[in-house]
DNA sequence: GCGACAG
DNA sequence: ATCTTGTCGC
């Protein structure tokens, strides 16, 4: 107990810390239509976390795919997500662009981006710690938000975080309807990239099911890869 | 005090 | 995330 509240205290210390590194610009330059881009997501097997990337590119072609084992060293606890998987995602990055020669521009991840708390999810610790364009697109909202979301597939609800020193709330992500009449995803801005552009990509990149074909792929690969 | 809580 | 039965719909 009192151990785990110590651990608590400087994880938030640390988010507390990291969040104003974070970049998120109002206004950015078109993202460039040669970009790699990479879907990411990881599947647990006690500490064991087998990690799949998928890379593709804007047209939504997949390039390349690569999965490895890597040990978690943290536990989950919400809102602290980044601690237990980021490191694991950082590596397969790594290893990935090494593998394959290539530097890959925007990241997918499975979480949270600036929505988040204290404004520092798991897309935006790996895309600081990657100095990466980076996009979390999570199942669930860690925010709560005001608001009804039309039933059409493409709409889009904004979230925003209250702010106790500016009277204006900042607008830290959307719930977003990628299927129709369905539960929406959430998404946000991780780093280096703004709320706008982070929600067109991932419109750009909507399939017919409810979570991104390419997130979706790199989900199969992982589970693949556990069995 | 109570409820909520990315994966 | 993982565990886990039946059920509904295309």
Do not use: C
């Not at 500490?47 to 890379?55: M, P, Q, R, T, W």
């Not at 708390?117 to 199942?139: N, T």
């Amino acid at each position: 107990m009192e151990k785990n509240d110590t651990l608590i205290k400087k994880l938030t210390d640390f988010q507390n810390q990291l969040a104003p590194s974070i970049w998120i610009p109002i206004d950015a330059e078109p993202i460039y239509k040669g970009a790699i881009l990479g879907a990411i997501d990881v599947q647990y097997e006690g500490e064991n976390g087998f990690a799949a990337i998928v890379i593709f590119d804007r047209k939504g072609k997949i390039l390349h795919t690569f999965t490895k084992k890597y040990e978690a060293t943290i536990p989950y606890i919400p809102s602290f997500f980044a601690f237990r998987e980021g490191d694991i995602i950082i590596r397969l990055v790594n290893d990935a662009e090494k593998k394959f020669n290539l530097n890959l521009d925007i990241l997918f991840i499975d979480g949270h981006g600036i929505a988040h708390p204290r404004k520092f999810g798991l897309a935006s610790y790996v895309g600081l710690a990657l100095e990466k364009m980076s996009i979390g697109i999570a199942k669930d909202t860690l925010v709560k938000y005001t608001g009804i979301l039309p039933t059409e597939k493409y709409s889009s609800l904004d979230i925003y975080l209250e702010d106790k020193n500016n009277a204006e709330n900042d607008l830290i992500g959307y719930a977003y309807r990628s299927r129709e009449d369905v539960k929406p995803i959430f998404v946000s801005a991780g780093h280096k990239i703004s709320s706008k552009q982070a929600l067109e990509i991932v419109k750009e990149h909507t399939g017919e099911y409810r979570q991104l074909d390419v997130l979706r792929e790199a989900d199969r690969l992982a589970r693949e890869a556990a069995e």
